[in-house]
């Protein structure tokens, strides 16, 4: 017994000694340090906008931009290319306004007045973020047709009530006859406009920027976290602080993108209606003409519910977020398990308010 004893307690002295080193013998690593909100603080969002000061009657507008959005038009409406369901892109790999039939996924062309974009439809979330919109940055740009506007918003709507862009033009007569709660609207909106100048475009674009300034996702997982209202799993925080390292310096908070344009290798979307040699896909030289701007897009808005769009980059041409960043030629050294946190900790900027947007109504 008196053996025995001593024997023992090596063998459990050695057991304890395993345990503290690890099985190589080597100490253990590390843990890594916590993350805490309070080192994430530019990544929180601001609320949705109530006022504007250079838009008299916000609210009201916005509350007709909403009307406006989901009504068909001359046979489209906004959210036929900007589910709410899909973070406001389209739901299907091509946008398809004018000249298109059904509903995403299989919302189609038909006959010869095609809208199909070579480009995927951005998202409406985020734009009161931003000081250029569209992938080239046409609306807003100081060369381009938007100079002078209250907010690229109004910018970007008023490209797409256009003739020449979506063929939403609201004419006086037809909104009166087909839609006279609509007109109603206009008329208690703009009391000094007569009649037969009510639901011009600049006034129909105001309505809709107004609309979309509001999409403002601070109700996700993600902020209530940086309020710390919530908690959220070891992967995703693991991919906020790679994101922070890897994707940051373009995409940067709180609407985790930038109106910077860079050419990151994404290819051009090909298919039986483009052939991949669309202008459009010049991207930023469209609008400056400058050499170097030749393939570059503006930098995209992920705080938009990305999880939930269909395909990604400019093009559509990636169908899951994970080969849009392996794709994604100017992120260097960046591991699987990185890319799978990552697109957890994406995942967690989700708003599911503005999932479940629907028009007032039955309009």
Sequence with gaps: MKILYPLLCIILLLADCDIKTGDNGNPPPPSPPPIYPADYKTYILPDKPSSNPDMPKFEEKAALGKVLFFTKINGSA??????PNHGFT????QSCGRGCEGMPPNRRP??????TPPVKSPSSIGVVGSKSLLWTGLAGSEKGPM???VHPAIGQALLATSVKAHNMILETERIKTQHPEIFEKFKNIYPDVVEAKLCEPIDVAECLAAFQ?????????????????????????RGLKAFSTKCASCHKPPYLGSDEFYNVGFPHLVNDIHDGTDKVNEGRHVVTKNTEDMGKFRTMRLATNVASHIRWGHGATFDSLDDCIKGHQNIKEISEAE?????????MTTDRNLLNVKPEGSL
Excluded: Y
């Design 90 to 93: 389209a739901g299907q790999q």
């Design 78 to 83: 906004c959210a036929d290319c900007h589910s």
């Design 339 to 347: 890319i799978g946190n990552i697109i957890e900790f994406l995942n």
């Design 147 to 149: 100079k002078g506007l």
């Design 213 to 237: 300034m509001r999409l403002v996702p601070n109700d996700s997982r993600f902020q209530q976290w940086l309020k710390g209202e919530e908690k959220l799993p070891e992967d995703a925080l």
């Design 110 to 115: 038909v006959g010869t007045d095609k809208d």
